[in-house]
């Protein structure tokens, strides 16, 4: 076999390994992985609010400048 093409597929075995894995090498260090901690539909709708309370406080303050 030409030494070429061997060079060529073991080239493409890596990069199908670490296409599947990730760069971390295990399935561990996927991208895919869900978050350890999701917020709570409670969490995520007090960040908004208090978002919003900034944002309003922030067009106030511009306004008076």
């Known amino acids: 076999m030409n030494r070429s093409i061997v060079v060529t597929w073991n080239t493409l075995a890596v990069a199908v ?4 894995t990730g760069c971390g090498g295990s ?3 996927s991208v895919a992985a869900p ?9 995520i709708a007090a960040q908004s ?7 309003k406080e922030m067009r106030e303050r511009d306004r008076r400048d």
């Open 17 to 20: 390994i670490l296409g599947i």
């Open 27 to 29: 399935t561990e260090n």
């Open 35 to 43: 978050p350890a901690n999701p917020p709570t539909a409670e969490e």
């Open 49 to 55: 609010q208090a978002y919003a309370a900034q944002e």
